[in-house]
């Protein structure tokens, strides 16, 4: 789903008044404010975690918190994010795990396959290209039982907006995707205009062809850096 805001939407739908959700404290900048600031505004609360010590991620859970939020590749640092052990402690406490794969992209990181359950990213960047849009997207994993641990209300529970319908028992695997649609959009709006959403998508065709010249050019830079008699040690991506 293309739009712009796309962490609010997220939020929007998963969380009430009183949450809380668990937040990488490696993050980019404009999450890290969102999360202490605006979001307060709307009563949710986050919790810091440290991608350092995952421990601190299990030790943060309470009966309040709604979701796990990461970055695939943290931005700025390049830190790379185990999402897979992040996946698990998600999954014991039976809350969606959203990564933001905008660093990464999709051509370098398919966190779903890693067991995310939402991607959030940034359109605006590697995946439009070309500077001349702005935008996010929202990609459901439909991998996620949004009713077995009732910590999801607003897709397992009747909506009364639309005749006490059960979002995840009528949409199945997709809900989140028709929630973000149907509560997310309906009420605080950002649809990407089209002119705006077809740049993008033009853009998008490339990704692939500019990825792989972006990973050479910043190779060949780690490369002369490590070389590079003033450098005691080089890496690529944290690794
Ligand atoms: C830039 C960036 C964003 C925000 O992008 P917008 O296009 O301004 O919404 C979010 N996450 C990461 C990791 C980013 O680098």
């Given at each position: 789903m293309l739009l712009a805001m796309q962490r609010n939407w997220v939020f929007h739908t998963l969380l009430q008044p009183g949450d809380e959700f668990i937040a990488s404290n490696k993050l980019y900048g404009g999450s890290i404010n969102q999360f202490n600031h605006s979001f307060k505004n709307f009563g949710w609360n986050v919790v810091w975690a440290d991608t350092d010590d995952l421990s601190t991620f299990e030790n943060a859970i309470t009966d309040k918190t709604k979701a796990i939020f990461i970055e695939s590749?943290?931005?700025?640092?390049?830190i790379v994010t185990d999402i897979e052990a992040i996946a698990k402690i998600a999954k014991k406490a039976g809350i969606p795990l959203i990564v933001d794969n905008t660093m990464a992209t999709p051509y370098l990181c398919r966190s779903i396959e890693h067991g995310a359950n939402i991607i959030v990213e940034s359109l605006?960047?590697?995946?439009?290209?070309?500077?001349?849009s702005m935008g996010g997207i929202i990609v459901d994993?439909?991998?996620?039982?949004?009713?077995?641990?009732?910590?999801c209300p607003m897709l397992s529970e009747p909506r009364p907006e639309y005749s006490n319908m059960v979002l995840h028992e009528t949409f199945g695997n997709f809900a989140f995707a028709i929630a973000c649609r149907v509560l997310g959009l309906r009420d605080l709006g950002a649809a990407i205009s089209p002119f705006n959403a077809f740049q993008t998508l033009t853009g998008i065709e490339t990704l692939p062809l500019r990825m792989e010249r972006h990973c050479q050019n910043a190779q060949k830079v780690a490369e002369w850096l490590s070389g590079?008699?003033?450098?005691e040690s080089g890496s690529l991506c944290g690794a």
């Open positions: 590749l943290a931005n700025p640092g390049g605006t960047k590697f995946l439009g290209g070309h500077g001349n994993g439909g991998n996620f039982d949004w009713s077995a641990s009732g910590k590079h008699e003033a450098i």
